[in-house]
């Protein structure tokens, strides 16, 4: 099939605008592939160090005389028993360490990487650090790797900032092969409708603390990521569309033997991919222009998190590519939404799978010519590996063709006849700057909304507002100091429940932010990331309550209406920010946000070599 028109144009863009950046990434690493075997470059103490507390056998192999006959492979894991979706790790290193011995090779557990979890800080001060976890994750990967004993890496991760930290880490060490191992969904709980209405009546103050947290726990329930389509699950998804998992890895139940199969499998495609494997594969050669392109397509197509227009920025400047809000916008125009997963629909990540799930989704995409299908991945070149599906056949692990059919229409759909033509992510202009905003989950009728603004510094202002009963009109919601500068750009979905009931109840609302929304929301129209940030000077802090403000998901249109010599004149608001500076750590991430780049930047607060300008 031949590529649409757009999707080779884009990436076009994409190659020639990042020309200079990729090739000085490109010739740091393939210097370092010169070397292969890292320890081979470390002293006789150095080694010694290294495997001191290592099993005899283990020990033997890394003290052949050659130092490079066999391959160590890292583990680099963001293991915890807090979060849900990570407390299945705990089995993985084990696993690992029995399959390269199988393997003939050796595995260590390098380092291990903070791991937060935005369900458990949503609404709260600690989500002011959630952004920034992940550039901490990206140097804790750096540090677990630094010790050059390691000739492939395995990184076991599943939410939010954590699988972008690790990659950004990884990519960062890109002569080195990459296989990213996840844990899975949890089985399905209640179903999300009763989830949000439950929310909705607590914010109304029609049911108590112990009615929600009656229906939270048997929403999140279990082991595994949470069922709805986040960040999270977007996370899995990119990372099986770009080729770094094992093909349909992404959603399989933890503490299943496909699991663990799948597990064991990881550990021998890594030694398969090492520098003395068969096929040597460093990370630097997957995750080029075409993968990033395939990500963006992928993220459309699922009606994915809005949060990776931040990370995939992040990571793909991580590998000397610059990519930008317009080339969302362009590709959402012409990719189809194919998935109706919550909050784009009723169902969950499970029934995504049962359905057909990415196995079906990449093998419609790459025939409608939205796909790049020539790249490399972890299990060799050519993404049409990824349209199988793993089952246990005997106890054996095998592949086969995943569904040619979906097996529910209501979830998932052919490009042939999509849920939409396009992918619901809208770049968003005008005199209030640039912004981006996620429709797929916003129905018709709201998707234009021009309102007066009502103007907050802070979300719990406006539930103190909403909880008064003073925003029973139409109106849009003015979220600023928000931004990664400001405070970390925390997530706003706490906003959702308020703003839900009053969208039901008739009222014509929206939201505006320099801050972020989760992963999760979707039902009211939000423009978020807004850039510049107010603390920047952005003209989001010349926003006066009262203001007519103009938000045209339809037509891309994010403005103030009032006239232009008023608008010019006006200064910017400022406020004190004095309260984000402390408590739950935050006094130890002002150096993050002194340092952060804007949100279209990827909001990141390091500053890479050369290769990045």
Request: net charge negative; hydrophobic share 45%; charged share 20%.
């Amino acid at each position: 099939m031949a590529l649409h028109p757009v999707l080779a144009a884009v990436t076009d863009r994409v190659v020639e605008r990042s020309r200079d950046t990729r090739a000085a990434y490109l010739a740091r690493q393939r210097a370092a592939y010169r070397q292969k075997v890292e320890r081979s470059q470390l002293s006789c103490t150095n080694l010694a160090h290294a495997f001191a507390a290592m099993p005899g056998r283990d020990k033997i192999l890394l003290k052949e005389v050659s130092q490079a006959s066999r391959p160590n492979l890292a583990i680099v894991s963001a293991y915890n028993d807090m979060l849900s979706a990570h407390q299945p790790l705990a089995a993985f290193p084990a696993w690992i360490k029995e399959a390269a011995h199988a393997a003939g090779a050796t595995a260590q557990y390098a380092g291990g990487v903070p791991a937060m979890c935005d369900g458990v800080t949503q609404g709260q001060a600690g989500m002011e650090l959630s952004l920034f976890s992940r550039d901490v994750i990206a140097m804790a990967t750096a540090v677990a790797l630094s010790h050059q004993m390691f000739d492939a890496a395995l990184y076991l991760g599943v939410c939010d900032k954590i699988v972008p930290g690790l990659l950004i880490g990884a990519l960062t060490f890109g002569h080195l092969p990459a296989v990213f191992v996840p844990a899975g969904p949890m089985t399905t709980g209640i179903s999300n409708d009763e989830k949000a209405k439950t929310r909705q009546l607590f914010a109304q103050g029609k049911i108590g603390r112990e009615e929600l947290l009656e229906a939270e726990s048997k929403s999140y329930h279990g082991p595994g990521t949470c069922t709805f389509y986040g960040t999270a699950n977007s996370n899995q998804m990119l990372m099986e569309i770009m080729g770094l998992h094992l093909p349909g890895a992404a959603f399989i139940n933890p503490n299943t033997p496909l699991r663990e199969a799948l597990t064991y499998e990881a550990a021998r495609r890594a030694v398969a991919i090492s520098a003395q494997g068969e096929r040597f594969t460093p990370i630097a050669e997957v995750i080029d222009e075409k993968a990033i392109v395939n990500g963006i397509v992928g993220l459309h197509a699922t009606g994915g998190s809005t949060n990776h227009t931040l990370h995939l920025v992040a990571i793909a400047r991580a590998a000397g590519i610059n990519i930008n809000w317009d080339d969302f916008a362009e590709l959402s125009a012409v990719v189809p939404l194919l998935a109706r997963v919550y909050p784009n629909g009723k169902a969950d990540v499970n029934h995504f799978h049962a359905a057909g799930g990415m196995g079906f989704v990449i093998r419609e995409l790459l025939g409608a010519g939205l796909l790049h299908g020539d790249v490399n991945t972890a299990m060799g070149p050519g993404l049409e590996q990824y349209t199988q599906e793993p089952f246990l056949d005997d106890g054996a692990l095998v592949w086969r063709d995943a569904a040619s059919v979906s097996h529910d229409l209501d979830v998932l759909r052919p490009a042939s006849d999509p849920f939409s033509r396009d992918g619901g992510l809208k770049l968003m202009t005008g005199n209030l700057g640039r912004a981006v905003i996620k429709v797929s989950a916003v129905k018709p009728e709201h998707r234009v909304i021009e309102a007066p603004a009502l103007v907050f510094d802070d979300q719990d202002a406006l539930l103190e507002a909403f909880k008064r009963g003073e925003l029973t009109r139409d109106f849009v919601a003015v979220i600023r100091f928000q931004g990664p500068r400001a405070n970390g750009m925390p997530e706003l979905h706490k906003l959702t429940p308020a703003l839900s009931v009053l969208q039901d109840q008739g009222f014509r609302v929206a939201l505006v932010t320099d801050g972020r929304m989760s992963g999760a929301s979707g039902k009211v129209p939000a423009a978020i990331h807004v850039s510049p940030e107010a603390v920047a000077g952005g003209p989001i802090a010349r926003v006066r309550d009262g203001d007519l403000v103009r938000v045209d998901a339809n037509a891309g249109e994010l403005a103030v209406l009032v006239p232009a010599a008023e608008w010019a004149a006006r200064e910017t608001a400022r406020t004190d920010l004095s309260h984000n500076q402390y408590g739950v750590g935050r006094e130890l991430f002002a150096v993050f946000r002194q340092n952060a780049d804007a949100a279209e930047a990827g909001a990141a607060s390091f500053r890479l070599p050369d290769w990045q300008e």
